[in-house]
Structure formats: C-alpha cells, structure tokens
T-cell receptor
Framework: NAGVTQTPKFQVLKTGQSMTLQCAQDMNHNSMYWYRQDPGMGLRLIYYSASEGTTDKGEVPNGYNVSRLNKREFSLRLESAAPSQTSVYFC??????????????FGPGTRLTVT | AQKITQTQPGMFVQEKEAVTLDCTYDTSDPSYGLFWYKQPSSGEMIFLIYQGSYDQQNATEGRYSLNFQKARKSANLVISASQLGDSAMYFCAMRPNQAGTALIFGKGTTLSVSS
C-alpha cells in the first residue's frame, strides 16, 4: 500500500518548457488535489478533483492544467513554465470515510525549479 | 471568507517543555474539521491531529492535544514534553463543509526545540 506517489521528485526546467507532474493513489479515494508550497505562504490549492471526471480551479490555477485520468491518477501540467512556478508541488487525496472525515493524505512532493 | 491564521512565524522551546502553537479560523459553516500537520525538514506532510466542529471533547493523540475553543474560533496545538524531533514546520488547516473541497492552510509556524 504505497499511499500517494508523485513523480518526479525533482525537476529543473528552462523558461517556456512544458512538463507533467504525475500523481497516483491506491487508497480508492474519490477526491484528489494539487497544492503548491512557497516560503512563507503555506500550501495553496492549484486544482482539485472532487470525483473522477470532474476538476475545479483552486486559489492559484493560472499557468496550470490538470487531468483526472481515472480514479487513481491526477496529473498537473505546466504548458509554458515560468520562474514564478518554482515551488514545491504536493498531490493529496481524501475521502469521506473514517472518523477523520476528509483527512488528506499527501504525496512526498516534487521540487520544481524554473530557470 | 474562510481563512486560517497562524500568527507565530517561529517558536522556540527547550526539550521536555510544553509548547502551544496558535491557530484561529474563520468560517460561517456550522460543520467543519480542523487539522494539524507537521512538515519536518525532509519535506513530507505528516498528519498529527483532527478536531471536528461537533466534537464535544478536545482531540488528543499521544503528546499532541488540540485546545478547541469554538466560540473564539481557535484550535491551538499543544505539544507536551517537547523532543528534538519535534523541530519542524507546523500547519493548521480547515476542511470546509463540502464534499471534495480542499483544506485551507495557514502559513505555518516553525518550531525549534533545543537541548
């Protein structure tokens, strides 16, 4: 039971390049999320998917696109990377079941640098 | 607007002492959840404790307890008997009362434990 996995762990891009961050969960959760973490800002929501087949914008969606490929996988795409997108990206998943309703389980993060 | 406020950018404590990390929240929902996560220097997000808005008693998980004062909209984390391994960033987060919605995070508090 791997929980939430993310690839890659580290990435360096040049301005204007594109890339896709991959996320998968094996907990059969309905909801998945992408956050970015910047120093002094906490975690901010980029996009989320409440259930398979749906996606919605979060607080900071500009410059990103997402795909909920199936129940397990939720990818984040940067079409034309900018230095302002240098950040640590976390994928998370959650479900309503359990006492700690909607507790989010986080992946290990992707550290992205755009030069 | 729904918001989490952590007013202490950094806290310092000696080993074996107790420490309180402050968190206030703002929501008009009658039902919500409050979480604390720990982020050590290695970067992963570790769940610590959860409090539901209708829970009558304050949550406890080992050395962690949550001082929940609903009328004051505060959810402070208390760590008893601090250990060197408690040195980390701590985030307070709120889950609004909607299925599939993301957590709203505070900006975090850095805790440093010295011997």
């Amino acid at each position: 039971n791997a929980g939430v996995t993310q690839t890659p762990k580290f990435q360096v891009l040049k301005t204007g390049q594109s890339m896709t961050l991959q996320c998968a969960q094996d907990m059969n959760h309905n909801s998945m999320y992408w956050y970015r973490q910047d120093p002094g800002m906490g975690l901010r929501l980029i996009y989320y998917s409440a259930s398979e087949g749906t996606t919605d914008k979060g607080e900071v969606p500009n410059g990103y696109n997402v795909s909920r490929l199936n129940k397990r996988e939720f990818s984040l795409r940067l079409e034309s990377a900018a230095p302002s997108q240098t950040s640590v990206y976390f994928c998370a998943s959650s479900d309503r079941r359990g006492v700690r309703s909607y507790e989010q389980y986080f992946g290990p993060g992707t550290r992205l640098t755009v030069t | 607007a729904q918001k989490i406020t952590q007013t202490q950018p950094g806290m310092f404590v000696q080993e074996k002492e107790a420490v309180t990390l402050d968190c206030t929240y703002d929501t008009s929902d009658p039902s919500y959840g409050l979480f604390w996560y720990k982020q050590p220097s290695s970067g992963e997000m570790i769940f610590l404790i959860y409090q539901g808005s209708y829970d009558q008693q304050n949550a406890t998980e080992g050395r962690y307890s949550l001082n929940f004062q609903k009328a004051r909209k505060s959810a402070n984390l208390v760590i008893s008997a601090s250990q060197l391994g408690d040195s980390a960033m701590y985030f307070c987060a709120m889950r609004p009362n909607q299925a599939g919605t993301a957590l709203i995070f505070g900006k975090g508090t850095t805790l440093s434990v010295s011997s």
